[in-house]
């Protein structure tokens, strides 16, 4: 592959990070929606719809037990390290390296 080529020039926009203690990437959370799921991308974050309030900390409770039953580890190695009181978070993953918190979001069902 060339340095010209358009992978190289086109950085992607959704990007699972190397964190301390596993991986970290970033997503949107859509409350009071219909039901709990994975949409998929939107701009640099993953989107996430979960039908709780965003209300005493429901929705991020919430978006932990999905992200927790989707990435299949317990709910105490997910953590919300930025933007608790925000649409847009950063999650961290304790023990699952980005490859595979990838492999995980993205698989079919």
Do not use: C, W, Y
């Not at 859509?30 to 709990?36: D, G, Y």
């Not at 005493?56 to 999905?66: D, M, P, Q, R, S």
């Not at 933007?83 to 069902?109: D, N, W, Y």
């Amino acid at each position: 592959m060339s340095a010209d080529s358009s992978e190289t020039r086109k950085p992607r926009a959704f990007k699972i990070t190397e964190a301390e203690s596993g991986a970290a990437f970033p997503v949107r959370v859509i409350p009071r929606a219909s039901r709990n799921e994975v949409e998929g991308i939107t701009g640099n974050a993953l989107k996430v719809r979960v039908t709780a309030p965003p209300v005493e900390g429901a929705a991020n409770k919430a978006l932990i037990e999905l992200l927790a039953e989707r990435l299949k580890v317990r709910k105490s190695q997910i953590e919300i390290v930025a933007g608790q009181t925000s649409r847009h978070k950063m999650i961290s993953v304790v023990g699952l390296g980005p490859s595979e918190v990838e492999a995980r979001l993205f698989e079919k069902e």
